[in-house]
């Protein structure tokens, strides 16, 4: 861990001078964020395997007014530098990531200048369905929008099958995840439209609002996890 953080500080001095070491003197350092992702992401692990731990790769990191104005000047070369060292400490600790590292300043009022906290989340790579318009349109004319961390997916029967591997439509690069996981069914019949997740023999089941399930009906605002990533959905109220 000193190795890493140690190469950390060497090439941030680099990358921008002495100017960390004028706008920090009395506030939060550089190097203090770095420990605290490290420290994260190590308290944060979710064991899959006897050789596999699964470790987050989105971070949020919260300052108080006055260190969130000193670190704007420096964002996109501390960001670069912090995400370098989260991945050495990954590869170190040979840890499994789910997608790339993200790592955003936010800015917190109630926090007095010095203190900063770290929040984290598992964001698995979402690979959309091959050919399908992603659009503004697209999505506020269909009837069903899945949401995957953070991305809506417009779905029109007969549906969508979800899974980590390449035969599976929506991809999710998510280890917790079956190659074929579940399949989402979408039926229009009288002009009224029906949701049901069915799990596809899955290793780690379907959850539907947290209650395992085979085959269920899905409801507007219901939430779905597959693995480690939870999934939501949004049914238009005349559909």
Not at 49 to 65: A, G, H, I, Q
């Amino acid at each position: 861990m000193a190795g890493v953080l140690q190469r950390f500080e060497q090439r941030l001095e680099g990358a921008v001078s002495g100017a960390f070491a004028r706008a920090f003197r009395s506030a939060v350092q550089p190097v203090e964020i770095a420990a605290a992702l490290q420290r994260e992401i190590d308290n944060s692990t979710n064991i899959l395997s006897r050789n596999r731990k699964l470790v987050p790769n989105d971070f949020d990191v919260e300052l108080s007014t006055s260190d969130y104005e000193r670190l704007t000047p420096f964002g996109k070369t501390l960001v670069d530098e912090l995400a370098t060292l989260v991945d050495e400490h990954v590869k170190e600790q040979h840890y499994t990531l789910t997608g790339p590292i993200a790592i955003t300043f936010h800015h917190a009022p109630e926090l007095s200048t010095g203190r900063f906290r770290v929040r984290s989340s598992t964001n698995a790579a979402v690979t959309p369905v091959q050919g399908q318009r992603m659009t503004e349109t697209a999505l506020t004319s269909s009837d069903v929008v899945l949401e995957v961390n953070g991305m809506k997916h417009p779905l029109a029967p007969p549906g969508v099958v979800i899974g980590r591997g390449a035969e599976a439509e929506l991809r999710i690069d998510d280890p917790g995840i079956s190659r074929r996981h579940a399949q989402f069914r979408v039926q229009t019949v009288e002009g009224k439209t029906t949701v049901t997740v069915i799990d596809l023999d899955s290793t780690n089941g379907v959850i539907l609002n947290g209650r395992r399930v085979t085959e269920a009906e899905v409801g507007n605002g219901s939430e779905i996890r597959l693995g480690n990533t939870t999934l939501g959905i949004h049914i238009s109220a005349g559909a």
